[in-house]
């Protein structure tokens, strides 16, 4: 069926880093853009960052910009977003989630979440 | 930059009908989507585009927008639609997706 399993989470300082994995699978990964959304806890969902199907082109909240790059390895079917200078703020569930193939706005698929925590 | 506004909270009784409205500036220009989240659980698409629902979600989740706002309507609420509520969208402005605040559902 299709799936997106994130992985990386965990603790850091402040001003550390972490690179979060997301492994997709039941889908041509290669065909989709993909999203990272972030949810601190108790708020809401904030969108992170966005990378085209091919990687050409990679978009960014201006929360994150600067600090957090999205890639992704079409031959390993996975999404990746490497978090540098973590601060507090960045203290959140972090989702991966599907680009409908259609309608832009639209995100099709999320994965479980993985937990990051910024804390000395 | 720009924003999506949700009303924070909404009741309903059970089998009744209800509406949760999102506004905002982008909607004018794009779709909004719609996703249901219950506690400790990743949000899950409910509608999306003109009034699309994805495989899987029942027939009383429909979608519907006019001007700079955007609804989701459940006709028949069901004790399980009981959950938090957030509509997204494209925008031109700002951060290219944006979210709204969220809507938290209770069905009385």
Redesign the interface.
Known sequence: QVQLVESGGGVVQPGGSLRLSCAASGFTFSSYGMHWVRQAPGKGLEWVAFIRYDGSNKYYADSVKGRFTISRDNSKNTLYLQMNSLRAEDTAVYYCARADIVVQEAFDIWGQGTMVTVSS | ?SELTQDPAVSVALGQTVRITCQGDSLRS????W?Q?KPGQ????VI??KN?R?SGIPDRFSGSSSGNTASLTITGAQAEDEADY?C???DSS?????????TKLTVL
């Open positions: 930059s794009y779709y909004a989507s996703y989240q990743a949000p899950v698409l999306y585009g699309n994805p957030y997204n969208s494209r700002g951060n290219p997706w944006v979210f709204g605040g969220g």
